[in-house]
Every structure is written in C-alpha cells, then in structure tokens.
C-alpha cells in the first residue's frame, strides 16, 4: 500500500492544522490506521491510531483532549485534527498502515508508511 499524507505547514501557537493521508494500491478498510511524528534529533513516537471500523482511537497522553483522529474508508483516507498547537508539537509527521484490524502504539505494527508531512508550530 502507498500512503500519501499532506496538510503540514507553519502555523502559530494555539492554531490548527488538518492532516490527511490517501491510501492507494490496497483498500484500508480493515487495517488500523496510525499517525506518528519525529521532532528534530528524537526518535519516531506515536500519535494516534484508529481500528478499521473507526470505533475504537488511541492517544499519546500529549496530545490527548487536542488531537482527533478519524476515517473515510470508502475515501480511503485517515485524518489528524490536531487543535491548541504547541512547538514541541512540531516535527514530521507520518501516517502508517498497519497489517492488523487492531492497533497498537508500536511502530513494529504498521508494515506501510507515508512520506511524512513537516508540521511547525512557531511560539
């Protein structure tokens, strides 16, 4: 599967950004979807998953309570509402496929993953 995410750019302490991700060459339908970020010089961390049927999301406590997850699959696209942006949230941010209906916050789970999308958030 090829994953396409975009949406990223350069936006003020407090703003928003919408991120999308457009899964092509394999239907998502019932694959776990996950969104994870690197800051400069960190290691890739998880953000938020979502299972296939969209019912069940999971996130980092850092960003829970201003991020949302959700999902179109007869679009084939996974979304990331993120809201009340900080700085450290800035960083690439990647969606992921995984090969299970369930997800998990390990990166070992998700077999596909998109090109990234550069979020920054000025203070």
């Known amino acids: 599967v090829q994953l396409q995410a975009s949406g990223g750019g350069l936006v003020q302490t407090g703003g928003s950004l919408r991120l999308s991700c457009v899964a092509s060459?394999?239907?998502?339908?019932?694959?776990?979807m996950g969104w994870f970020r690197q800051a400069p010089g960190k290691e890739r961390e998880f953000v938020a998953y979502?299972?296939?049927?969209?019912?069940?999301?999971k996130y980092a406590d850092s960003v829970k309570g201003r991020f949302t997850i959700s999902r179109d699959n007869a679009k084939n696209t996974v979304y990331l509402q993120m809201n009340s942006l900080k700085p450290e949230d800035t960083g690439v941010y990647y969606c992921?496929?995984?090969?299970?209906?369930?997800?998990?916050?390990?990166?070992?789970?998700?077999?596909?993953w998109g090109q990234g999308t550069l979020v920054t958030v000025s203070s």
């Open positions: 060459g394999r239907t998502m339908s019932s694959y776990a």
């Open positions: 992921a496929a995984s090969d299970h209906p369930y997800g998990s916050n390990r990166r070992a789970d998700f077999g596909s």
């Open positions: 979502i299972i296939w049927s969209g019912t069940n999301k």
